[in-house]
């Protein structure tokens, strides 16, 4: 039987509004896009930077900031279209059914509040959590994410905390109140590499004890190839290959997917790595037709003036490209 999903994203549309000196411009950093994660999942969300990725991330949570506004669309969690949600219902939702593990943990945690209270606000505030009961969750968490000597460390503060122990903390904010959900933005940014395999497992290790779902947002290869299952390629706003990883490795189709591979492991040849030709467009000014076409090594002159629909290709994969048009 068919697994249902956690997560349904439809033809969302996330615009900023910005201005040039006194020239207003709207930039839609996320266009029209759509997918599904199905529950235990583990997905990643790749490309360059400014693609969207982290945009898109900011919508599912609906934690934009003020210059940016959902234009139209669906996010449905658990069935519920969480744009239908009042702010109140937002605040219960975020932290206790969804979590997000952002990039840089200095910018998640106060330096002015000691680690246990701040893995403990979530806990205070959705489980009703104080006291003994309270200390109890915190270092259990603590020992869940591998921090040494719970019951000091949840009275120090940030600063007295290693890169990857701060990563850490930030990994059991997240777990705190068990959420269906979990949105790592840029996780292993900044960790080493011992750190970041030891981060990786981890997190591998509690979502197969608690069954969460994962959405990986990363520009690391190498972490899609060893954490996830399903890969959704971003450029410009839009979702143009979606694959499982291993036919994505083995076989990518869409020019950008190719160029990306190339660029991070030369494809099949680890010695012929080449960053990709030319620069992403102005998200104020998005070229006609694909978007990649100003940089793709295979255009051809429909390229250039239509937009390609997604081709599906078999099960759970699919292309935006003309190449596959008659496919």
Wanted: charged share 25%; glycine share 8%.
């Amino acid at each position: 039987m068919e697994e249902k999903p956690i997560l349904q994203v439809m033809n969302l549309t996330t615009k900023f509004t910005t201005y040039q000196g006194t020239e207003k411009r709207t930039v839609n950093a996320v266009d029209d896009v759509s997918f599904d994660v199905s529950a235990g999942d583990t997905v990643a969300l790749i490309g360059e930077s400014g693609c969207g990725k982290s945009t898109l991330a900011q919508s599912l949570l609906r934690v934009l900031p003020p210059a940016g506004h959902i234009l139209k669309g669906k996010i449905l969690f658990e069935g519920e279209n969480l744009l239908d949600k009042s702010p109140q219902e937002m605040t219960r939702i975020r932290g206790e059914k969804i979590s997000m593990i952002l990039q840089d943990p200095m910018m998640s945690l106060d330096p002015l509040f000691t680690v246990g209270d701040q893995i403990g606000e979530g806990l205070r505030f959705h489980r009703g959590l104080h006291g003994q009961a309270l200390g109890r969750r915190i270092e259990d968490l603590l020992i869940a994410v591998r921090i040494p000597d719970p019951t000091r460390r949840m009275k120090q503060w940030p600063h007295q905390m290693s890169g990857g122990m701060k990563q850490r903390i930030v990994g059991a904010i997240a777990l705190a109140c068990e959420p269906r959900l979990i949105i790592a933005d840029e996780p292993t940014t900044g960790l080493d590499v011992t750190i970041q395999l030891q981060y990786l497992n981890l997190l591998r290790e509690i979502q197969d004890r608690t069954g969460v779902t994962l959405i990986f947002i990363t520009h690391d290869l190498g972490v899609v190839a060893q954490m996830c299952r399903y890969v959704l390629v971003m450029y410009a706003g839009r979702i143009v290959e979606r694959a499982r990883v291993t036919e994505l490795f083995d076989e990518p189709r869409h020019p950008y997917t190719k160029a990306l591979l190339g660029a991070a492991f030369g494809l099949h040849d680890l010695s012929r790595k080449a960053p990709i030709s030319g620069e992403p467009p102005d998200p104020g000014n998005y070229p006609p037709g694909c978007r990649f076409h100003p940089r793709c090594m295979a255009v051809m002159d429909v390229c250039r003036n239509e937009e390609p629909a997604e081709i599906r290709l078999e099960e759970g994969r699919s292309v935006k490209c003309w190449q596959y048009a008659s496919a």
